[in-house]
């Protein structure tokens, strides 16, 4: 996603920039990128604790983070089923 590039970019110069943060942190949901989503949506959060997207965005992540387990579960069960 050229998007989160860009953020990237903007963020190296400023790494406390409260709006690239949120937008990284979704961008990075977006793409399943579960740690560093939480990375950027974190450090958003300790810029601006009330923020209600940001709670909203962070919301998410135990229930992704489970999907992608039982995924990972799921594939490997069916790898050692195949020996």
Aim: aromatic share 8%.
């Amino acid at each position: 996603m050229k998007a989160l590039g860009w953020l990237e970019k903007a963020l190296a110069k400023d790494p406390k920039h409260f709006k690239a943060l949120c937008n990284a942190g979704r961008a990075c949901l977006l793409l399943n990128e579960l740690d560093k989503a939480k990375a950027f949506l974190e450090e958003a959060a300790s810029i601006n604790p009330g923020d209600a997207m940001v709670k909203k965005e962070l919301s998410k992540l135990p229930a992704l983070y489970a999907k992608q387990d039982a995924k990972e579960k799921a594939t490997w069960q069916a790898a050692f089923k195949k020996m």
